[in-house]
């Protein structure tokens, strides 16, 4: 392990530890001997059965999200790219909403593959125009195009919708939150993102390849098509089961490797392990914020990412126009 | 491996409606540099694409080491074959030492970084090992393009314009380079614009004019009078200097 990575582990879990202390209600000394001392009292069930799930869940989401930027950016080879620009969040939300709407949210696990395959339908469609255009432009601007689309049709599925109660609930989950989320959602949440860790790492000598261009690592002797498919597998995993448990989040996939690239030289493989601690720790630290906020309603943790991402997307944008004339 | 080391026979191919190889028969052999030359557009970039499979051949077959590059799985053909693309445009700020090891994605990481370093001494460019690409000239950058494909070692090399970007002395070198690797062994297949350079560099010059292979054989031969002004619209002739035989030519005058 790199000595990036232990630090951002080390602040991962310093994250954590903080979500766990930091809530609404302020804990007494008395509180916390009893949150440590007698399980099933009501300050432990607030640590460790609200709290501690949220937090996790948090980290989990925001590891997918930068994972899943990552390997987006090493595919198409462009620091813009992130599940929530390219359209791939807009479109599992988009699957989550029809499941939810058309009451299939009943049945475990319907919403949850419904958002997959959302990402899976988005993620195919951006290999197939990135095989085709070799301007970083162009599949940016496909992208939007996806996501407005796909926001379009979510938009229809409202518009439709029988009932206001179905829809209300479809749009609170849209804004992108962890709140209220138990150890069940953690409990297949971490496996997916194992997954996607393993596949994202097996894909990245061909991401390291990629950076010479398409046509170089074609002849690298990779096998390019199995690298590239792992790399979207991943990517899409990623974003859907990340819009699956906490809605749409965007810019974490888009800033932490934003992050970590220098500390990486540039390196698309070496990037995405650091990305995923990166990306956890920025959203765990970033729903003790959401939480902590003195409104009358929650902030939600969509709301807020979109509200510092933009800017720093802007920035990204007008940094990364230099490198794009190379 | 038996047979040459590229081997195109009757190779045809289309980008959309446009026929950009018509008929094209071409070999090259370990041991010798061969230039293609020709005007823009004559197919010379597809010749290439073709021979080494990454466009698909309508007709006739393209041979790397006697074996149709069809049938080859990446792995054998990156063994038998490298390229650099005409294409040049780096995606990340690497270190220019990272970039050239990617030439060797089945070695450890140690000795793709030595071998790496090597390479890039012999272009004259080992003083930019640890520098990011993002922060070099065009033709800072090419070299260390070049430095990734000579990393390959493959026993052939097929380069699209890799003087491109580079000032005359580094041109010079990286012919130079070209010619020991076939000393070496190795076949080397490169397109030139220069035909003053065709004409030095190769053992054989390949001359391509709308798909067709317009003229093939020894320099002087290959560029003649005759093909100068067919193909490139140029009135030339031979002239003997001290470097040896060097092209005086000019626009020939048009109807």
Known sequence: MSRLE?????GAVAALALGVAIGETVFTGRDWAEAFGQPGSAPAEVLWQVRAPRSVCAFLVGAALAVSGAVLQGLLRNPLADPGVLG?????????????????????GVIELAALAGAGLAGGALVAVAARTRSPETLILFGVALSAFAGALTALVFNLSPSPIAAAEVMNWLMGSVQNRSWIDAAWVAPVVVV??????????????????????????LSMRRMRLMAVLAAALAAGAATAVAGVIGF??????????????????????????????????????????????????????????????????????????? | ??????????????????????????????????????????????????????????????????????????????????????QRRLAWN???????????????????????????????????????????????????????LLVTEAPLLVLDEPLTDLDPDAQLLVLEVLRERAQAGAAVLASLHDLGLAARAGDRVAVMAKGRMAAVGASMEALRPQVLSEVFELTGAWVETRSGPALSVERAVRA
């Open chain 1, 196 to 221: 996607v860790v393993l596949l994202a790492r097996a894909s990245a000598p061909g991401l390291r390849q990629l950076s010479l261009g398409e046509e170089a690592a074609e002849m690298s002797g």
């Open chain 1, 88 to 108: 791939v969040s807009a479109s599992a939300a988009l699957g989550g909403a029809l499941a939810l709407i058309l009451g299939a949210g009943a049945a475990p």
């Open chain 2, 94 to 148: 690497m270190p220019a030492v990272e970039v050239a090891a990617l030439g060797a994605p089945f070695l450890t990481g140690s000795e793709a970084v030595a071998r790496a370093r090597r390479w890039l001494e012999r272009l004259e460019a080992g003083h930019l090992a640890d520098r990011g690409v993002a922060e070099m000239s065009g033709g800072e950058r090419a070299r260390v393009m070049l430095a990734r």
């Open chain 2, 1 to 86: 491996m038996s047979g040459p080391a590229l081997e195109l026979i009757g190779a045809r191919a289309a980008l959309g409606r446009r026929t950009v190889l018509d008929g094209v028969v071409l070999t090259v052999a370990a041991g010798e540099v061969v230039v293609l030359a020709g005007p823009n557009g004559a197919g010379k970039t597809s010749l290439m694409r073709g021979a080494l499979g990454l466009i698909p051949l309508a007709g006739g077959e393209a041979r790397l080491g006697g074996q149709a590059v069809s049938s080859l799985s990446p792995g054998d053909r990156a063994r038998r074959a490298a390229w650099l693309p005409q």
């Open chain 1, 252 to 326: 974490v996939g888009l800033a932490a490797p934003h992050l970590v690239r220098a500390a990486v030289r540039g390196d698309p493989g070496r990037l995405l392990i650091p990305s995923a601690l990166a990306g956890g720790l920025m959203l765990t630290l970033a729903d003790v914020l959401a939480r902590t906020m003195p409104t009358d309603q929650e902030l939600k943790l969509g709301v807020l990412s979109a509200l510092v991402g933009a800017p720093l997307f802007a920035l990204i944008a007008w940094r990364a126009a230099r490198e794009w004339r190379l």
């Open chain 1, 6 to 10: 232990l630090c951002l582990m080390l």
